[in-house]
């Protein structure tokens, strides 16, 4: 007879969860509720403490690159990643090694910028298409908000984005305040600042003049503050607003760009040097690998890192002649150089492999995947792998994830992994699950249809029944 999921399964993932929430109360340092990890005050997870930082505009030197990747393998357990915002992150810390993994990274002149994170884009000031180079605009809004009297106290994950556009701009990365750069139809160069969003969901304020940028966003953060510290922008409306901005109908007329590619592959610029991209598998690196690719990075005199959102960084100021024995040592290090690579469909955290929470080898999943699903990664949904009901490697709804279970895996079906399953597998149905689903995912004969509308068109209760198998 087969293995079956039992009614049981229910039961085991709500114990599966409560055991998991109470091993993080049991670890938890002084991080306070909605506060985001950092390397001062990392956050317990499965595999120790996760220290996580921003470094300014996103940028590192090699030999930089190269420190970071040893303390990683020193203060951690070796593994590295970088966040769908193109933050750092380093894994396993201990509390032991919390204040050497600091000391390290200082000596190395590596700055963990504190406080609201403001965001530019990644190739900011060599983007052939960008329309304003954020940066400048970026210290002097840093410099502001140090400077402001009173201290202004805002919630803990409040985020600024400052998009000058470009090929690699910030239109889908959410943000509590918004700056985006556009050319308006007389050829001028505008910015629209709204709130609590991505250029598709955001609130549209107002359009600005680029010497109005640092003011505006001060005043709104202003008002932020005034309505108390945990205030954040998706609370927010213009008819809140109407004191400080006077939205009119041009507003909804300026079209912005929704989907920026991933960071891979040879990128174009206006730059006299290469700019080659890297995208990190499944978001993460052990530190051999990194320190290898800097080792080589330092060797050639390669310019910058710039990291990117989606998982991953950009190579400045390469000799033309060095991109493809960077590009050749990237790939055998495991890196992906395909922007259209249909992995970066699939969401997922460390898994078994180093995390004590999680239930499953979500890499090992993740392979499965390619081998029984590969149709349902056309771009279109995230598959989201949780190796456990957290969901930490992707917070928010995914079309589907598969979630661990004490005794497998539960299905949820547009939802987060915290959401109830719509039904559980045992680990000997997981391929065939798979491949149904596929096949229940295949685009119809309609012009246009993606796999994520063929599966929301079925919705959660018809894919849960058509993948009912036959118990014998």
Not at 43 to 70: H, I, N, S, Y
Not at 257 to 282: C, E, F, I, N
Not at 369 to 379: E, I, K, S, T
Request: glycine residues 10%; hydrophobic residues 40%; negative net charge.
């Amino acid at each position: 007879m087969a293995d079956v999921a039992t009614e049981d399964d229910a039961t085991m993932y709500r114990a599966g969860t409560d055991m998991q929430m109470h091993w993080n109360a049991e670890a938890r340092p002084a991080v306070r509720r909605g506060e985001c990890p950092t390397l001062g005050k990392p956050m317990p997870t499965g595999d120790g403490l996760l220290a996580r930082l921003r470094t300014r505009d996103g940028v590192l030197t090699p030999p930089q690159l190269r420190a970071l990747a040893l303390a990683a393998q020193e203060h951690g357990n070796g593994i590295v990643e970088v966040t769908a915002r193109g933050s750092l992150q380093i894994r396993g810390v201990r509390e032991e090694t919390i204040v050497p993994l600091e000391r390290s990274l200082k000596e190395a002149g590596i700055e963990a910028l504190p406080g609201i994170a403001i965001e530019v884009g990644p190739l900011s000031g060599l983007d052939a298409d960008e329309f304003t180079d954020m940066r400048p605009i970026a210290e002097d809004l840093r410099a502001a908000i140090a400077d402001h009297e009173p201290l202004l106290v805002l919630a803990p994950k409040l985020s600024i984005t400052l998009d000058g556009g470009g090929r690699y701009h910030l239109g889908d990365v959410a943000s509590d305040i918004k700056i985006a750069a556009y050319r308006d139809s007389g050829g001028q160069i505008r910015h629209l600042m709204s709130v609590g969003g991505d250029n598709r969901t955001a609130c549209r304020l107002a359009i600005l003049e680029e010497r109005q940028i640092v003011s505006s966003i001060m005043a709104l953060l202003a008002f932020m503050a005034s309505r108390g510290p945990s205030t954040r922008g998706k609370e927010l409306d213009a008819a809140m607003l109407a004191d400080l901005f006077h939205p009119d109908a041009s507003l909804v007329r300026v079209e912005l760009p929704t989907q920026s590619p991933a960071p891979a592959g040879r990128v174009a610029t206006d730059a006299k040097d290469a700019v080659l991209g890297l995208v990190l598998p499944y978001c993460q690196i052990d530190s051999t690998s990194l320190a290898t690719l800097a080792d080589r990075l330092i060797e050639i005199d390669a310019g910058e890192l710039r990291f990117a959102p989606k998982h991953g960084f950009f190579v400045t100021g390469l000799e033309k002649e060095k991109v493809e024995d960077v590009a050749t040592l990237a790939t055998t290090l495991g890196f992906w150089l395909d922007p259209k690579d249909p992995r970066q469909s699939i969401a997922l955290c460390v898994g078994a492999r180093g995390c004590a929470s999680a239930f499953y080898d979500t890499h090992e999943v993740a392979d499965s995947v390619l081998r029984h699903a590969q149709g349902l990664l056309d771009g279109s949904l995230t598959l989201h792998l949780s190796g456990c009901a957290k969901g930490c490697a992707h917070p928010s709804r995914s079309a589907l994830a598969l979630v661990g279970t004490p005794t497998g895996y539960g299905l949820v079906v547009n939802g987060a992994a915290s959401s109830p399953p719509e039904r559980y597998l045992v680990a000997s149905e997981l391929n065939s699950a798979l491949e149904g689903l596929a096949s229940l995912a295949m685009p119809s004969n309609e012009t246009g249809h993606t796999v994520c509308d063929r599966l929301m068109k079925l919705g959660a209760r018809r894919i849960a029944e058509a993948l009912l198998l036959e118990k014998t």
